[in-house]
């Protein structure tokens, strides 16, 4: 190929059937359990498990695909909170705590690959060797946020292809460092400490006194227009610059899932663009088509609905 050509596929979260449809529409063909494209790449954004009815398919089909070298795949932040779970902290707990909400967001992981299996361990290895983001000539991909100084700061816990060395990932999950606020922000988002009083509950009943900020969107300056997921108390929040600016200036395009966009997949922005569109929440799961473009272009998405029409 003399220019690239990939595909890069938003958060699956264990719906392999929508999977499965969705390389097909792309124009993949499964041969010896693998997916294939004779002139295209695919990439996964992350967040194969948690949620979804059959994750130890969509756990097969990808990792075939990247053993194969049909795909490459970064690590979302439920893969990278799997790994958590299991890790002791080596004070008689766990790295990531036991509590019922963690439980709860945890459970169908654990129930559909018998925790403390053979299969398991086999599923948090391959977790562990995922990239935290890739780049190419051209593009970015990463799971949640692309935010250069948060890169810099995690660098030095990662190795030449972007995975967490052994002690890098100890670090990163060591509540308090400086590898652990870093992964927090490029896996799972920039957060802002709302005003004193407010709070938000999110998808999943959760009160939240932190918002998540639209970093893709170079106009979103104070909380009223950065904040997401508050939009029927939007005009409660003060008009006032945020604390941090994590918002993305550069030209580069970058493609990243997490957000549970509503609707129909749609470009966020020209150089910006969430492939996240709810699949676990009967919405669709989405691609984006990329052959070197430098502006991203809605009719490059393709997407199919989370439950089939047949």
């Not at 398919?57 to 695909?65: D, F, G, K, P």
């Not at 060797?129 to 051209?138: T, Y």
């Not at 606020?181 to 896996?187: R, Y």
């Not at 709070?199 to 950065?226: K, L, N, Y």
């Amino acid at each position: 190929m003399s220019e690239p050509h990939y595909d890069i596929i938003g958060d699956v979260h264990g719906h392999a059937d929508a999977l499965r449809r969705l390389l097909i529409k792309l124009g993949y063909t499964e041969s010896y359990y693998v997916f294939q494209h004779d002139t295209r790449k695919a990439i996964f954004v992350g967040d194969f498990v948690d949620r979804g009815p059959d994750q130890r398919e969509v756990l097969r089909i990808v990792r075939n695909m990247c053993e194969a070298d049909t795909a490459s795949a970064v690590l979302g932040n439920h893969e990278f909170n799997a790994i958590a779970w299991a890790r002791p902290n080596g004070q008689g707990g766990f790295l990531r705590e036991r509590s019922e909400k963690n439980k709860r967001q945890h459970a169908e992981f654990l129930h559909q690959l018998e925790e403390g299996s053979r299969e398991y361990y086999d599923a948090l290895h391959w977790f562990e060797q995922l990239p935290v983001w890739l780049e190419f000539p051209g593009l970015r991909v990463i799971h949640a946020c692309w935010h250069e100084p948060s890169c810099a700061d995690l660098r030095p816990y990662l190795d030449s292809r972007t995975r967490f060395t052994e002690e890098g990932l100890r670090e990163a999950l060591r509540r308090g460092s400086t590898a652990y606020a870093a992964a927090k922000i490029l896996m799972k988002g920039p957060e802002q400490r709302l005003p004193p009083g407010m709070s938000f509950f999110d998808g999943s009943g959760h009160e939240r006194h932190d918002v998540r900020i639209r970093w893709w969107d170079p106009r979103a300056t104070t909380f009223r227009q950065a904040a997401i997921g508050v939009d029927d108390r939007i005009g409660d929040l003060p008009d006032v610059e945020l604390p941090i600016d994590f918002r993305y200036m550069e030209s580069t395009p970058v493609l990243f899932g997490h957000y549970w966009m509503e609707g129909e997949p749609t470009i966020t922005f020209s150089n910006a663009a969430c492939l996240d569109f709810r699949v676990a929440r009967k919405g669709y799961l989405t691609a984006y088509r990329w052959s070197g473009e430098r502006e991203l272009s809605l009719e490059r998405l393709v997407y199919v609905p989370a439950e089939s029409m047949s």
